[in-house]
Structure formats: C-alpha cells, structure tokens
C-alpha cells in the first residue's frame, strides 16, 4: 500500500498562509496523482486540489482557485499546497490523496489517503 504523511498544519489568522507537505512511501510511483482534500466536522470531504503524476495541469476547486498552489517534488515524493489568503472557511482537516490516476475530484477516485493535518484560520 502507499503512506502518506501530512505535515505543516496549524494555527494561522486569516490572511495569512501555510503550506502543507506530504511525504509518500510504499507502493507508490512517481507517476502517481496526488492530491488533497479538506473535511470539517458535519461535513463531506471536499475536493481541494490534485496534480498529475506526468504532465497536464493541476486542478483546483473554484473556492481555492487564486490562493491555493498545488506543486510536487517528485524526487522526494512530496506533494505541497501552499495557501495564500486563507479564510476563516478553509478551516479543515486536510488529507493528503494519491492514485495511479487521476480520474476525477471525488473522494471514491483516489485509492490512498494520510491520515490529515489540522489547519485552522482565526478571525
């Protein structure tokens, strides 16, 4: 199976950034997508972000688009999301995805998940 590890959560007031990592072993390949989806309490997980593992463009939610960065290191397997201009809205567990492919922004398309990493923005 693959692990992923997320890292770089934590408390930001609203305006400000973070940038979130995952580190990915096991069975995984660089030419792997990755990805991240957010969740809080009550509510389903939600699309974040996902790069493919060879070419084409990264994807984003509309309520990301302009301030979140999706971006991978592959000779490190590690995939980043920077966030900039973050919202009291982003507030969420983020979960850090991947699969052989990417084949859509539903949480049911990507076979691994991180446990996830807390990020909360004050107000």
């Known amino acids: 199976q693959v692990q992923l590890v997320e890292s770089g959560g934590g408390l930001v007031q609203a305006g400000g950034s973070l940038r979130l990592s995952c580190a990915a072993s096991?069975?995984?390949?660089?030419?792997?997508?990755m990805g991240w989806f957010r969740q809080t309490p009550g509510k389903e997980r939600e699309f974040v972000a996902a790069?493919?593992?060879?070419?084409?463009?990264?994807y984003y939610t509309d309520s990301v688009k302009g301030r979140f960065t999706i971006s991978r290191d592959k000779a490190k397997n590690t995939v980043y999301l920077q966030m900039n201009s973050l919202k009291r809205e982003d507030t969420a567990v983020y979960y850090c995805?991947?699969?052989?492919?990417?084949?859509?922004?539903?949480?049911?398309?990507?076979?691994?998940w991180g446990q996830g990493t807390q990020v909360t923005v004050s107000s």
């Open positions: 790069i493919v593992g060879s070419g084409g463009m990264p």
């Open positions: 096991g069975r995984f390949f660089r030419s792997y997508a």
């Open positions: 995805v991947a699969d052989k492919t990417y084949g859509g922004s539903r949480s049911a398309d990507f076979g691994s």
